[in-house]
């Protein structure tokens, strides 16, 4: 169960991030570096669990390869279509349609903001518990750069709707600069220390031997 908790957490991040980037308005030429940059880091993530195959193709290579049993394909592949489908719902509740093309972005309410500070609060804590307290990953050397672009990827993605904070003393700071209203703070603050406290939760049971 844990390696196709993994693939869905995986598919999910993949598939969110590119609705959320080339939906316009879109991240431009920088899509494809967030795109490329929230793939690595959910491999880094899981890849000590599942592999990290975050793609029915690629788990038909690694079976035909020999390297997991044919058993557990089914399950991947439902894993990871339902995590791209949850992916392009999130999207889809951020940005919409496909707009047409110079269309003014959208106005976004606070639902929207607290959903996607949300969303990339547990990817980054996600990322934090898997490459920086994993046992499986002790002593790795890349723990800070999929930390540091687990950030990148939120910034690109969700950064031009909520301001890309995924973090209580950020968002404290942004509050304190005049750069949010109190109602936004609050509910930021609330939303990332649940998005944190979930993380921790899916690590534990990911991780049922890493005490």
């Avoid at 005049?178 to 939760?201: D, K, N, R, S, T």
Wanted: hydrophobic fraction near 55%; charged fraction near 5%; include cysteine.
């Amino acid at each position: 169960m844990n390696k196709f908790i993994v693939e869905f957490i995986g598919t999910f991040f993949l598939v969110f991030t590119v609705g959320v980037t080339v939906v316009n308005p879109d991240a431009g030429v920088i899509a494809p570096l967030a795109i490329g940059c929230v793939l690595m880091v959910m491999i880094y993530a899981g890849g000590h669990i599942s592999g990290g195959h975050y793609n029915p193709a690629v788990t038909v290579a690694v079976a035909v390869r020999g390297r997991m049993p044919a058993s557990e394909v089914p399950s991947y592949f439902l894993a990871q279509l339902a995590g791209a489908v949850m992916g392009a719902g999130g999207s889809y509740y951020l940005k919409g349609d496909n707009a047409t093309a110079g269309a003014p972005p959208p106005a976004y309410v606070l639902g929207q903001l607290v959903f996607a500070e949300f969303l990339f609060t547990f990817a980054l804590a996600y990322v934090v518990l898997n490459v920086a307290t994993a046992k499986a990953n002790a002593g790795n050397s890349f723990y800070g750069l999929a930390i540091g672009f687990t950030v990148v990827v939120g910034a690109f993605a969700v950064g031009p709707i909520s301001g890309g904070a995924f973090n209580p003393a950020v968002a404290t700071g942004c509050f304190y600069l005049g750069l949010m209203p109190m109602g936004q703070w609050l509910a930021y603050i609330a939303a990332e220390v649940c998005a944190g406290a979930l993380a921790a939760f899916v690590f534990n049971v990911l991780n049922p031997d890493d005490k």
